[in-house]
């Protein structure tokens, strides 16, 4: 033992040295991370293992702007003024973003930075770059498996509902036919149908939603009415839990996707009545709060307003690993076989309202229940009202001009075709993207506007719009369709789209969306 701490003393002072610039160039080399060094934004020196993962030439970024690793300024823009936010607060920083390759392919990439030296911060910022496309990828094909678990939920729910509605538009036209002669009673019914018909295409939007893929539409949403949604959805899944609601009467505003919120809501709801086994009762509580710099949360939170949203079950609870890891992306409480399913993943919760610049705890015990609190940012802006009030056909813009309505749905042609007769327009019906084109080739100069459906056989909605625009650049096209506006719809607009319209729509909106185009002067 003295002879061994001998030499051990004798080894202290070669190990405690400083490493020699061979060690030190070896280990760089050698590193598996991608490292560069950079000032003011431009790279002063990067390892080999960073020409690696960009796939430029060795030594060819020295002196170059790191604006050559992004595929857009925007991306440049948001990267550099996080990681200088962030290393000035904390000292160091961590970014997820999108790089580009020498070739232009991007890959996804996280990034760790610090300052070279704390006391001299003009020496430079340290970056180490990792390559995580396959991580992403994993968690992707993850979260798409919870969210087809979560449309099985909303699926079910939806179908009943659905009957529901279909019962009540039924019921309603049967005692329209005895109530022919009753003005009064007719207009009730039609009320009434109107109601539901909206209510359906409500729940449709929903699926739509959760259909996008994780394609974020921001809007101002009221959380109150999300919320209610979810639980609409909920409640006929578990009739035997008691749901008691604390909403704050103020109206609670957030920005965000209403499909990504929604599912926040419905993972939580479902995993919390999956928890009560056999009854019990769930209380789901909503008010704005205010979070002082001086906040006492375990990590980083921004101060400012938030709106929370409590979620508390009597269910089962759970002990302290558990809870401990019930954000990891591949934990599951549910066993293999288990035909309740997998349970709805947390993770995924946790990654939206992260994204949407909010934070989630999680207070539980076992055998005593759980409570889930998110906290959102709120906004000082006003959700839109989702409808204009009734108006009557008289109040409604009209015309007389030819317009092309071109969908493969016979229903849609029949009340497209009633809908511009009414509104005093010549309708010209196609049922195809082919017809439709053929028709235009032939009466181009009657055609005033085209209402295009996106989905047709034999050719489809954007083949179509092109092959229009190239014999009359100045066409006006207004896309129809039952989906929600996505990239494709987006790309046609900045094509030279005139404008969209979801069905279902009402022949107010409909009157409405084709006047405004007509009336816009062309280019």
């Known amino acids: 033992m003295a002879e061994r701490h001998e030499n051990n003393q004798g080894d202290e002072p070669e190990l405690s040295g400083v490493l020699s610039q061979q060690d030190m160039a070896t280990i760089l080399s050698r590193s598996p991370v991608g490292i560069c060094i950079t000032r003011n934004r431009m790279i002063l020196w990067a390892n080999p293992r960073f020409y690696e993962i960009t796939g ?120 329209m ?129 938030y709106v929370e949203i409590t979620i508390q079950d009597t269910g089962i609870g759970m002990d302290e690993a558990t809870r401990n890891r019930i954000f990891d992306p591949f934990f599951s409480t549910r066993e293999i076989g288990d035909k309740k399913g997998r349970g709805l993943g947390l993770s995924t919760v946790f990654g939206i309202v992260k994204n949407h610049g909010g934070f989630i705890t999680v207070e539980s015990r076992k055998g005593e229940g759980s409570t889930f609190r998110v906290s959102l940012p709120a906004s000082d802006q006003t959700p839109q009202a989702d409808s204009l009030p009734p108006v009557s056909l008289a109040q409604m813009p009209k015309g007389s001009e030819t317009v092309l309505l071109a969908d493969d749905d016979e229903q849609v042609l029949k009340v497209g075709a009633g809908f511009l007769k009414a509104l005093g327009y010549k309708p010209m019906l196609a049922n195809n993207g082919l017809e439709a084109v053929e028709l235009f080739t032939l009466y181009q100069d009657e055609i005033a506007v085209v209402v295009l459906d996106l989905l047709m056989p034999v050719m489809d909605g954007k083949t179509a719009f092109s092959k229009m625009r190239k014999i009359n650049p100045d066409a006006k096209v207004l896309v129809a369709t039952g989906y929600h506006v996505d990239d494709e719809v987006k790309g046609l607009i900045k094509q030279g789209c005139s404008g969209f319209i979801q069905k279902p729509f009402s022949l107010d909106r409909f009157s409405r969306a084709i006047r405004e185009i007509l009336d816009r002067p062309s280019h």
Do not use: C, W
């Open 177 to 305: 036919r005895i109530s022919l002669d009753t003005p009064d009673r007719l207009e009730g019914h039609i009320s009434q149908i109107k109601r539901l018909v909206d209510t359906a295409a409500d729940l449709t939007s929903r699926l739509l939603g959760f259909a996008r893929g994780g394609k974020y539409q921001i809007t101002v949403l009221d959380i109150n009415q999300v919320l209610s949604m979810a639980l609409e959805i909920i409640k006929p899944t578990r009739k035997d839990i008691r749901v008691d609601t604390f909403f704050s009467p103020a109206t609670l505003s957030v920005d965000g996707d209403n499909s990504q919120i929604e599912q926040v809501f419905l993972n939580i709801l479902t995993n919390a009545s999956q928890a009560m086994v056999d009854a019990g009762t769930l209380t789901v509580t909503t008010r704005r709060v205010e979070i002082p710099e001086d906040h006492r949360f375990p990590f980083q939170v921004t101060p400012g307003a």
């Open 56 to 175: 430029h030439p060795d030594e060819s970024l020295t002196g170059k702007n790191a604006r050559i690793l992004y595929p857009t300024d925007r991306e440049y823009d948001r990267v550099g003024d996080k990681l200088g936010t962030d290393i000035r607060g904390s000292g160091t920083a961590v970014i997820d973003t999108r790089l580009s390759k020498k070739d232009g392919t991007a890959f996804d990439s996280r990034l760790r930075a610090t300052y070279l030296d704390p006391a001299n911060p003009d020496q430079g910022i340290l970056v180490m770059v990792s390559d995580i496309t396959d991580i992403n990828s994993r968690a992707t094909q993850t979260q798409q498996a919870q969210k087809m678990e979560a449309i099985g939920t909303l699926a079910g729910s939806i179908s009943h509902d659905f009957n529901n509605l279909l019962m009540g538009i039924q019921g309603h036209l049967s005692l």
